[in-house]
């Protein structure tokens, strides 16, 4: 009996990772919506995608990077440095926009990131979402957070900070 059980449990779970490397492989012969009307497409019902673009999308919303306007011109090339640092493969690059997939190292799931550069409001939208299957464990969420965090610690040492004269209470020079 507990031999029948011990097998039926294998079965299943072999079941289980066939299913994973079948969805992984899926996942490559996807590609990203790209924009849609000037914007990213909003996310599918599912919880695995996370967009800025769709502000009234709740359950998806996630904040975009805003960028100081002296960093315009080289906003979009930052992002992309950030993105290849993580383990990002550049697919698409166009004006104010690029596209990016992120591949899991074990099942080979693919996710998209998007980016599109707002330039009038130093912005930069981005998506980021898994091409298969329903549930990321917040795999997106996380990594256009990390995305935010090392473009902005870029920002803080490429951005030359202002030197003021400091004040001497003595008038000595």
């Known amino acids: ?14 079941l289980m990772l066939a299913g994973c490397f079948v969805l992984g492989s899926m996942s490559k012969n996807e590609k990203p919506p790209g924009l849609l009307s000037g914007h990213l497409a909003p996310c599918p019902d599912s919880p695995n995608c996370v967009v800025s673009d769709i502000v009234d999308d709740n359950s998806h919303y996630i904040s975009p990077i805003h960028y100081p306007e002296a960093m315009a011109k080289d906003s979009l090339g930052l992002i992309k440095q950030v993105i290849q ?7 698409i690059e166009r004006d104010a926009y690029i596209a ?5 190292t ?5 996710d998209d990131l998007e980016c599109r550069n707002d330039t ?5 939208h981005l998506r980021s979402a ?3 299957g329903h549930s990321d464990f917040g795999a997106n969420r996380k990594r256009v957070e990390l ?14 900070k ?12």
């Open 1 to 14: 009996m507990i031999k029948t059980i011990l097998i039926i449990i294998i079965v299943i779970l072999l």
């Open 85 to 91: 640092e993580i383990g990002g493969e550049m697919t």
């Open 100 to 104: 990016a997939t992120f591949t899991s």
């Open 106 to 110: 074990f099942f080979g799931f693919v």
């Open 120 to 124: 009038a409001n130093h912005t930069i």
């Open 130 to 132: 898994s091409r298969v």
């Open 147 to 160: 995305i935010s965090t090392l473009f902005h610690q870029r920002i803080n040492t490429a951005v030359p």
């Open 162 to 173: 202002i030197i003021l004269p400091s004040t001497n209470p003595s008038g000595q020079h």
